[in-house]
């Protein structure tokens, strides 16, 4: 999906900065994630409080093309 969603000003700088948000915690997820599952310490059934409190402050459902 390459259209974008304008509801003006200021849902759209707020929507812009939440974006950028969530691009710029990509690799930090997926680095929390490759260096748990390469420990072995990841349940991916329940996570724990480690996990739980690293995705604390993550966008993770805020993708541009699906919010």
Do not use: C, H
Request: hydrophobic residues 40%; without cysteine.
């Amino acid at each position: 999906m390459s259209e974008r969603l304008v509801l003006g000003s200021p849902v759209d700088g707020l929507l812009d900065r939440l974006y950028a948000r969530n691009v710029a915690q990509n690799d930090a997820l997926t680095t929390y994630f490759t260096t748990r599952a390469a420990e072995g310490s990841l349940d991916w059934n329940q996570f724990d409080e480690r996990t739980n409190e690293f995705l604390r402050d993550k966008l993770i459902a805020l993708d541009r093309a699906k919010a």
